[in-house]
Each structure stands twice: as structure tokens, then as C-alpha cells.
């Protein structure tokens, strides 16, 4: 496992939650970073991504206004600022790094990972 997300757990509707993507063998500084989710019998989505080339950031629209995507690249570490979260919200969360990141990144497109990691379990409850 190349990447390691943390942070989920049981949250109820309208609060938070902050994961963490971590990268214990290689640098983040200069990589496009992803957070995907997958909830149960849905298809795995992207739904933000960070770009390692200018900090750019791209959000689904479902995710967009409530959720937070940032590098601390003192950390080596990506996080996922998850506000008013909702029960659709409810899925496993993954990182990844990305071979891009741009405004169709979600949309169009979100198959351009190429290291991931385990998952986090986020579930919110109504």
C-alpha cells in the first residue's frame, strides 16, 4: 500500500469530519492527489483533486461548497475537509495520486490514478 487514508468514522447529518491521505514512502510536493469514495452497490467516483503543479483544486458538484481539499506538503499529507456532510455521503474513501488533475477531473474523467491506497470508512448517520 502505497498511500494510507485515515480519518473516517460515525457522523451525524450536518457535521464533520477531516481525512487524512498519507504517503510514508515518497514525496507528495510535486504529485496531483485525488479523493475518491465508493458507497455500497454505487460505482467508485472522484470528487476532488489537487494539483501538484500550481495547488489548483477541482470538486465534483455534489461535493462542491462543503468539502475541502488540501497538501501540507510539510506533512507530506493530503487532506479532505468533509462540512455538512450528509447520509449520501456514507462511503469508503480512498486517495490516490493522479497522472493530472484539471476542471474536468470528476466530471469527465477520474481513471488517471496511479498509486492508491486502503480506504476509510465514512458513515453519516440522518
Known amino acids: 500500500v502505497q498511500l494510507q487514508a485515515s480519518g473516517g468514522g460515525l457522523v451525524q447529518t450536518g457535521g464533520s469530519l477531516q481525512l487524512s491521505c498519507a504517503a510514508p514512502?515518497?514525496?507528495?510536493?510535486?504529485?496531483?492527489v485525488g479523493w475518491y469514495r465508493q458507497a455500497p452497490g454505487k460505482e467508485r467516483e472522484g470528487i476532488a483533486c489537487i494539483s501538484g503543479r500550481d495547488g489548483t483544486t477541482n470538486y465534483v458538484a455534489s461535493v462542491k461548497g462543503r468539502f475541502t481539499i488540501s497538501k501540507d506538503n510539510a506533512k507530506n499529507t493530503v487532506s479532505l475537509q468533509m462540512n455538512s456532510l450528509k447520509p449520501e455521503d456514507t462511503a469508503v474513501y480512498y486517495c490516490?495520486?493522479?497522472?493530472?488533475?484539471?476542471?474536468?477531473?470528476?466530471?469527465?474523467?477520474?481513471?488517471?490514478?496511479?498509486?492508491w491506497g486502503q480506504g476509510t470508512q465514512v458513515t453519516v448517520s440522518s
Open positions: 490516490a495520486t493522479l497522472w493530472g488533475c484539471d476542471s474536468a477531473w470528476g466530471d469527465l474523467y477520474s481513471n488517471n490514478y496511479d498509486y
Open positions: 514512502e515518497f514525496s507528495l510536493d510535486d504529485r496531483h
